[in-house]
């Protein structure tokens, strides 16, 4: 090293003068971002929504959204505004240093509610690139898709330090706003569950008798698919609820885990597939020579989806080639495929489910406990009559 070199070093006192400067200075740019966050409706008390494309509304209206609704369905009666700052593509590192949490400071709420974990990296490809493969058919590559997802402990564990971490602010919001009620949203799971395919792939396949057996075999690889894919969104779940836990039990109760997964079940996306074979050749190259065509639909999903509709799956269904055992033989010429339905945001019904659901969630104390009693709302208890 240079001999004349020089390190400089602070007094110990100049190190906490630079760190309180340093936070006055995110408290200032914190301050300002929350002033241009705009009310919705009159200031009696305040809840802030915050986290990724869920409470933010990805696809839906502004007044679809689950924070919105939540405001004018329940809690605007009770003198509640809104201050929204969930924006899509948010993780649970981003939340923390993109300025929600710095937000969330300055607004002073009484209700949080969040939901965040969905987008951190790798578990987001559970409604990416997992989603794809699912919508193509290539229900193998969907298995090792949700199969990385799943077997990635780090990103786990990722996800559950920074929400303490996010925990432990919000903590010391409520040392100042001790009636503070913090409300954290796990996932509901958008694919159809493995055991409710069965019946429908048998038919499905049946429709395009020349293509019957390789369609079976193809369409065998779905429901090891969805069980993974539910498997690792049930780990995203647990995750967040074992996240919460201590900070419940230390706060009294104040924090609260909502899980959407099982009111969500019955409203899955809708998964609607056709498979045509638009032109079939029999006896082909001979006099008897014919041609035919054969079409099959089947739903695999929810008649009645909470989520909205994505764009339609046309990848040609390659595998759909004629089975060994048809004699004569015959020669698919021409095959296509549409899926219709799918999709992984929630719609105007899902996010009226998720408001309803945080309103009247029953706590994990003794007895009927509705997350509104928390708020002073006295109001009977309604969570059986919600998300039909």
Not at 346 to 365: S, V
Request: hydrophobic share 35%.
């Amino acid at each position: 090293m240079d001999s004349s070199a020089k390190r400089i070093t602070l007094h110990p006192y100049s190190a906490l003068v630079l760190a309180a400067l340093i936070g006055l200075i995110a408290f200032l740019v914190s301050s300002s971002d929350a002033a241009a966050i705009e009310a919705d409706g009159t200031c009696g008390k305040r809840y802030v929504a915050g986290g990724d494309h869920i409470p933010a509304g990805h696809e839906v209206s502004e007044d679809e959204k689950y924070p919105k609704q939540l405001l004018d369905d329940h809690a605007s009666t009770y003198g509640y505004c809104l201050f929204n700052t969930a924006t899509n593509d948010t993780t649970s590192s981003s939340y923390i240093t993109g300025g929600q949490l710095a937000q969330t400071w300055n607004l002073r709420p009484d209700l949080i509610t969040l939901t965040l974990g969905g987008e951190n990296a790798t578990i987001v490809n559970l409604i990416t690139s997992c989603f794809d493969k699912v919508k193509d058919h290539d229900f193998s590559g969907a298995s090792a898709c949700a199969g990385a997802v799943l077997g990635n402990e780090q990103v786990y564990t990722d996800l559950k330090n920074n929400l303490v971490t996010i925990f432990q602010q919000y903590r010391m919001i409520q040392a100042g706003r001790p009636e503070l009620i913090v409300a954290v949203t796990g996932y509901a799971n958008p694919y159809p569950r493995s055991t409710d395919v069965l019946d429908e792939i048998t038919q499905l396949c049946l429709g395009v008798i020349d293509a019957s057996i390789s369609c079976a075999q193809r369409w065998a690889q779905l429901p090891p698919a969805l069980l993974l894919l539910d498997n690792a969104i049930k780990k995203l779940n647990t995750t967040i609820e074992n996240a919460v836990e201590p900070f419940w039990i230390g706060s009294q109760g104040r924090f609260i885990f909502v899980n959407p997964y099982e009111k969500f079940e019955d409203h899955v996306m809708k998964m609607e597939v056709t498979l045509k074979l638009d032109k079939v050749c029999h006896f082909c190259g001979t006099k008897a020579q014919y041609f035919d065509n054969h079409s099959s639909t089947q739903n695999l999903g929810s008649s009645d989806p909470f989520f909205k509709a994505g764009s339609d799956g046309t990848k040609n269904p390659s595998y759909l080639t004629p089975g060994p055992l048809i004699n004569p033989p015959v020669v698919i010429i021409m095959k296509s495929q549409k899926t219709v339905g799918m999709g992984i945001h929630p719609n105007d019904k899902g996010h009226k489910c998720l408001a309803d659901l945080i309103w009247e969630w029953d706590t994990p104390e003794p007895g009927v406990t509705p997350l509104k009693w928390k708020l002073g709302v006295p109001e009977d208890s309604k969570l059986d009559d919600i998300c039909e």
